[in-house]
């Protein structure tokens, strides 16, 4: 019976911590779910929204920095990749170390992404003097089991890039590096820095001054 | 000894229970993407054998998002689709989708968009043979919020249909 009780009393015990560790878990997650919902929410106020409304970039930052959560890759250095171009020349990222980047990931099935590729265009001839590119990674499917089927899509993102006069690179994405990247919503933006460390990101529709103020960040940080 | 087997297995069932707890909204579950429309109902309809019938098929897209509907305005976007596994005894003669609403994004109101939001429903025009059968159809939908695109992704919808 003394047995059974000491038991009863350890499991109790134990049935006690972990109930106490698994609340003290779901709080510190639920507390890093809604850092990463503030980022986001920061990241996409409409453009139209009144200047006061605008979050400024270093607000930004400070949602996106909160547990690292909004914004994992923020202040790492950028995965590496090579991607085929339209042309199916292999690009690698590798080569644009040196100079500042923006890296956007994009989609033709991406309503707002059609929003901010115009942005970007005028971004990267106003910064084109400063070093500045800008590579565009397609996350359109493509069908590499039925050569059809690709010529198809290949040719249907061709059209989408000179429709929207796209005048910087267009690469065809991959899925290992979308998964390298944690892409899984349109548009998301990486600003990179000479020295090839991401410096600010964004997920959604962001405003267009933010964008300029992450660009302008890429180009004065990490100069050798 | 009841009493402790009794403990360990409430232990378990508590613990099971708090592992589940701490899925977050944007993790995956482990069986592909987390979905952003639910398949509401029906999960099993009985049916007249061998003659013609329309089931109505809920969904119900998760609150401040859209789809775009089966007759988009772009070529580009990509439409509500309903992917059909007949099983043997079930012939599905069509599937009504129903009319986009209107929706424009707050950055480019001048771009009308054709969308679901909300609750909408399919009606499936089919014919059953005695017995018991399952229709393993499948959703393909792409979600956008007001700002950002998710990838899109296929909804499982099982339904259980029953000539008789």
């Known amino acids: ?224 | 000894m009841k009493t402790v087997t009794a403990v360990v297995a409430f232990a378990m069932f508590l613990g099971a229970g708090t592992a589940g707890a701490q899925k977050l909204l944007w993790q995956t579950s482990g069986q592909g993407p987390q979905q952003l429309v639910r398949f509401l109902y029906p999960q099993q309809v009985t049916l007249p054998a061998g003659k013609p019938a329309t089931i109505e098929i809920h969904f119900l897209v998760n609150e401040g998002l859209h789809i775009n509907s089966h007759e988009p305005r772009q070529k580009s976007l990509i439409r509500t689709e309903l992917i059909e596994a007949e099983p043997v005894g079930v012939t599905i003669a069509a599937v009504d989708f129903p009319p986009g609403t209107d929706y424009a994004f707050p950055a480019d109101p001048s771009e009308k968009l054709s969308v679901y939001s909300g609750e909408f429903v399919l009606k499936m025009h089919l014919t059953a043979q005695r017995g018991n059968h399952q229709v393993a159809g499948e959703l393909r939908y792409q979600a956008c919020d007001a700002h950002t695109c998710f990838p899109p992704r296929n909804l499982p919808v099982p339904i259980d249909v029953i000539g008789q």
């Not at chain 1, 994992?72 to 995965?79: E, R």
């Not at chain 1, 003097?129 to 499917?141: K, P």
């Open chain 1, 1 to 224: 019976m003394r047995r059974n009780i000491f038991v009863l009393a350890a499991l109790v015990t134990a049935l006690a911590l972990m109930i106490a560790a698994g609340i003290i878990n779901f709080v510190h997650r639920r507390r890093a779910e809604e850092a990463k919902l503030r980022g986001m929410k920061m990241a996409l106020v409409p453009d139209n929204a009144a200047a006061g409304d605008t979050p400024d970039a270093a607000a930004m930052e400070a949602a996106a920095s909160d547990d690292d959560i909004a914004t994992p890759l923020n202040g790492k250095t950028a995965p590496g990749f090579t991607l085929a171009d339209l042309n199916g020349n292999k690009v690698s990222l590798a080569s644009y170390k040196g100079r500042p980047l923006v890296v956007d990931f994009w989609a033709t099935w991406c309503a707002p992404c059609k929003v901010e590729i115009p942005w970007f265009e005028k971004l990267h001839d106003q910064y084109a003097s400063q070093g500045l590119e800008i590579l565009g990674v397609s996350t359109d499917d493509l069908d590499q089991d039925d050569p059809a089927k690709l010529f198809t899509e290949k040719r249907d993102i061709a059209d989408f890039v000179a429709k929207m006069h796209m005048n910087y690179p267009v690469l065809l994405g991959e899925d290992a590096v979308e998964d390298k990247w944690g892409i899984d919503a349109m548009p998301t933006t990486f600003f990179i820095d000479r020295s090839g460390k991401i410096v600010a990101s964004t997920v959604g529709l962001a405003p267009r001054e933010m964008i300029d103020a992450d660009i302008r960040k890429a180009i004065g940080s990490g100069a050798s």
